[in-house]
């Protein structure tokens, strides 16, 4: 156990839909990652926060979003759900630049 | 640009077979972090090693053994007398020391089957 958690864990939803994907982080970790699994792109680092505060952004579509709040959980909405959108995602917590632990994942598909 | 290349996609072995995971990499950075994760069936990222860029040593744990070489951007990740339960899918990543946050690159992964 990693000590990050995800919610929900299954996510079915229809295209056009929005979801919103929650994350805890380990106790003490200030820095949140985001990460999308798919087939066909591998691992690809989506958005980090850090202590509230976006602090580096990759390859997030538009129709995503996250923010970090307070108490230091993390939310992913996604919105105007394709197809393509389908994969897990997963939230990782570290300390900034060290080893980052990974939550089990929410793996979403859109129908 | 980073990059991360595992070049085996597939790997499959019998028990206490000795195998060696290939890991090569590409950064402007002189300073850096790599690592290994390991993904089991069960789907969750479990993190294995971290290495820095200025140390080298080659680290051991158990069966597990990392050979890091900078001359060639290698980071290796060798399994002794592999198990059933090493079957999982093994990632390299690489993450800058001073930019972009300490975000992860990671390789396309190495897909390990380990028979009995």
């Known amino acids: 156990d990693s000590g990050v958690t995800q919610t929900p864990k299954h996510l079915i939803t229809a295209t056009g839909q929005r979801v919103t994907l929650r994350c805890s982080p380990r106790s003490g970790d200030l820095s949140v990652y985001w990460y999308q699994q798919s087939l066909d792109q591998g691992l690809q680092f989506l958005i980090q926060?850090?202590?509230?505060?976006?602090?580096a952004k990759g390859n997030i579509l538009e129709r995503f979003s996250a923010q970090q709040f307070p108490d230091l959980h993390s939310e992913l909405n996604l919105s105007s759900l394709e197809l393509g959108d389908s994969a897990l995602y997963f939230c990782a917590s570290s300390v900034v630049r060290y080893e980052q632990y990974f939550g089990p994942g929410t793996r979403l598909t859109v129908t | 640009a980073q990059k991360v290349t595992q070049a085996q996609t597939e790997i499959s072995v019998v028990e206490k077979e000795d195998v060696t995971l290939d890991c090569v990499y590409e950064?402007?950075?002189?300073?850096?972090?790599l690592f290994w994760y390991k993904q089991p069936p069960s789907g969750e990222l479990v993190f294995l090693i971290r290495?820095?860029?200025?140390?080298?040593q080659n680290e051991i744990s158990g069966r597990y053994s990392w050979n890091f070489q900078k001359s060639t951007s290698s980071f290796n990740f060798t399994i002794t007398a592999s198990q059933v339960v090493d079957s999982a899918v093994y990632f390299c990543a690489l993450s800058s020391f001073y930019n972009q946050g300490g975000k992860l690159i990671f390789g396309q992964g190495t897909e390990l089957s380990v028979k009995p």
């Open positions: 926060y850090y202590n509230g505060e976006e602090r």
């Open positions: 290495r820095n860029s200025f140390d080298e």
């Open positions: 950064t402007r950075d002189t300073t850096y972090y």
